[in-house]
Structures are given as C-alpha cells and as structure tokens.
C-alpha cells in the first residue's frame, strides 16, 4: 500500500513540477485532473487570484492539438494572468487513463488548481469545476485526439503567440467553485 501524498498551503510541493514558469494540464489521470501552476516571484495578490478569485478557461482544438487557456482574476475581476497549458492524451499510458462517459448534461470535470512557487512551495490550492459545455466539448475533443497522430505543427503555431492573443480567439467560461 502506498502512503497518501499530503499537500499543505506553505509546505514543500511533494509532487513533481517544472523549474520553470509553466502551466501544466495534468488532466484525465486515475487520481484526478490537476491543473499545476508554476510562478517565480509569486505575489499574495496573485496567490489569491489562484486560490480565490474568479478564472475563465476554454481551450483550442485543431487537428489533434489540444491548447487550454487560463485567465486569473484579481480582486478587482481584472484580469491578472492568462497561461495556456497543451494537453495531449495521447501520452497518459493506458493503465492511467480516465476517460469520463457523460452521463447527463449537468456534469462537471472537477479540476484541482496547485499553484506552486520558484522556492517549490504550494502557495494555492483549490477545486473548480467546467461548465457543463465545456465538460462535454473537451471530452469530446480529446475522443477526437485519441483518433489521431496529428497536432504538433499547429501546437508549435500557437506556442509562438502570447497566451493572451489565443485567449481572445475563443469563448472563455467561467470556472465553477
């Protein structure tokens, strides 16, 4: 039996993150759907934002190329940070893969958001869910994904423009709490 990983706001992150500034889409996983943050000089302002404050998503999709896009709110509903985050289920291993069947069309991803800084600590951690549209059109997509090789030439177009341009080219819901 393996010992359960605790996760503490103001503790060591005991997971594995990037060194770097990233967003990552850890989603569609046996133990959940992660949404990691990864900020050097992260501010309590923006500590907030990620713990607290409102966040809209939505994502591109294109050829079998998956691109999240994520817009943090500060206190004041403007707009702190927009991160894109690729996702590509195609390398989660089949024994860890969890693919959701709808059920209704009221259901809701859950995602947990951990927002970690430069020293590796957790600073932020939270749930939301997806808008019920949103739920279905990402299942969807990633079904299409699935059936196909493509998507790394359109992934390297859109990782060439600033997360905020893409943000603007679609509708970006608001994440539930």
Do not use: C
Not at 64 to 76: E, N
Not at 77 to 97: C, Y
Not at 121 to 141: D, G, Y
Request: proline share 6%.
């Amino acid at each position: 039996m393996t010992n359960p990983i605790i996760l503490q706001r103001g503790k060591p992150y005991p997971l594995q993150y990037p060194k770097q500034d990233a967003a990552v889409a850890d989603f569609l996983r046996s133990g959940g759907n992660r949404l990691l943050i990864v900020l050097s000089g992260m501010t309590s302002a923006e500590e907030r934002a990620f713990g607290s404050g409102m966040i809209t998503a939505g994502f591109l999709y294109q050829d079998g190329a998956l691109l999240w896009l994520f817009r943090f709110y500060g206190k004041d509903n403007r707009p702190l940070f927009t991160f894109d985050a690729p996702f590509d289920a195609r390398v989660i291993p089949d024994a860890d893969i969890q693919l959701h069947n709808i059920d209704n069309a009221e259901q809701r991803l859950v995602i947990d958001i951990h927002a970690v800084d430069d020293k590796g600590i957790l600073r932020a951690i939270r749930a939301v869910t997806l808008p019920p549209s949103l739920t279905l059109a990402f299942l969807s997509a990633v079904q299409e994904q699935l059936a196909t090789t493509a998507g790394a030439q359109q992934m390297a177009v859109w990782l060439q423009q600033q997360p905020e341009q893409l943000a603007n080219l679609i509708k970006l819901e608001t994440l539930g709490r």
